[in-house]
């Protein structure tokens, strides 16, 4: 099964993204992790990444696509995969369409996972990440562990993202927003998009996911 997974920042993408992964056993292809691993070994990828990600900015095209297409060939993708923020421009979604050709497979599903601006915010100011093992949690909702134990690994140090502050976040809504109109439009067309309500509980909204995704 190869899926993308849509939405604003916040959305509730990398949340999802792991209770999907783990369900149908595909890996996740998150491109905003691969830059944040990049920037933690300091390749020249991460240094170039973090400038355009430190102010809530796109990272360019050629840039992003080259990193999904080495990424998509490696083994592991056989027997599916789940994009998880990519593609956020039109240029990344025709991209992709050329490297699923390339690969002979093609995309079985877009879900899209819609969440009002102002709840995005919200959730964004509050996130905190496991430093140890990457998992997400926020002050206020999914679990409030933020000053406890991590349920997937047991570590105790928690971090908020640095475009996590509040003038980033609209930045990255906003630029979002804009880019993502006709990415949602053109998978609409090829009868691919289902989009969900993500201002929900999490489960609720897994449970709609798994419904589209088992049919
Ligand atoms: P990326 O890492 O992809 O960030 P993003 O799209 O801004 O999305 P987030 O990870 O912030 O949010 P999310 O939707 O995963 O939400 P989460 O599940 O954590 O990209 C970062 C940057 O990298 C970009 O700005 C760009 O610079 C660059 N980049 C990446 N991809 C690129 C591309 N294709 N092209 C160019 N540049 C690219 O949830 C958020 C919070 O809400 C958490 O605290 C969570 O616990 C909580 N939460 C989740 N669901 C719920 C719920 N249902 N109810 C209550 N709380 C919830
Ligand atoms: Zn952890």
Known sequence: MNLILM??????????AEKIVSEYNI??????????QAIAKQTSLGLEAKTYMDKGELVPDEVTNGIVKERLA??????????DGFPRTLDQAQSLDEMMQDLGKRVDAV????????????????????RNCGATYHKLFNPTKVEGTCDRC???DFYQREDDKPETVRN?????????????????????LHSIDGNREINEVFAEIQQILDK
């Open 7 to 16: 939405g604003l920042p916040g959305a509730g993408k990398g949340t999802q």
């Open 27 to 36: 890996p996740q292809i998150s491109t905003g992790d691969m830059f944040r």
């Open 74 to 83: 490696e083994s592991d993708t056989t027997n599916g995969f789940l994009l």
């Open 111 to 130: 879900i899209e996972i819609r969440v009002p601006e102002d709840v995005l915010v919200e959730r964004l100011s509050g996130r905190y990440i496991c």
């Open 154 to 156: 047991g570590g105790h």
């Open 172 to 192: 990255r809504i906003s630029i979002n927003m804009k880019n993502s109109e006709p990415i949602l439009s053109y998978y609409e067309n090829k009868g691919l």
